[in-house]
């Protein structure tokens, strides 16, 4: 992973911490997050009641379960689906750039709904719609893009 990556990974592990009132172990955050229950738990620290039951049992199957109620849940908090990434992302250690990307949405969100936890990332944009006259539209016709 580039250093870049690295330090985007750092900070998402710190957010999850601070939002979810729990410090993950020193492990890969791939492996501290594999079985979805920190998942579960930090979106529910979020969003209480979120995700109605985490499973705490070891087998792959409700692990997976896990990750995928979590993933759930954060379409219920208002991500897109591009946003989030897929259960073998995570569970398979296959993308976890989109993972950490999917952890960074939940911050632009977070800060959009105002929670009372620490930025993470910057805000999310908002649409700046604007409508031009017809005769704006005919003026602009007539302008030259000066190339440099």
Not at 13 to 26: A, N, P
Not at 47 to 58: E, I, M, R, T, Y
């Amino acid at each position: 992973m580039a250093v870049e990556n690295a330090e985007w990974e750092q900070t998402a592990r710190e957010w999850i911490e601070t939002v979810g009132g729990f410090k993950l172990g020193s492990d890969s955050l791939q492996h501290e997050l594999k079985n979805g229950i920190a998942l579960c738990n930090f979106i529910n620290a979020l969003q209480p009641g979120s995700v109605q039951k985490v499973s705490k049992l070891p087998g792959p199957f409700n692990q997976m379960e896990n990750i995928k109620a979590f993933l759930d849940a954060v379409e219920k908090y208002g991500l897109a689906k591009e946003d989030t990434f897929v259960t073998v992302d995570l569970f398979e250690g296959r993308n976890m750039k989109q993972v950490i990307r999917t952890i960074y949405a939940i911050g632009r969100k977070a800060q959009e709904k105002n929670a009372p936890y620490p930025p993470l990332g910057p805000r999310e944009s908002k649409e700046n719609r604007r409508d031009f006259t017809k005769e704006q539209l005919e003026a602009g016709k007539h302008v030259v893009a000066m190339r440099f």
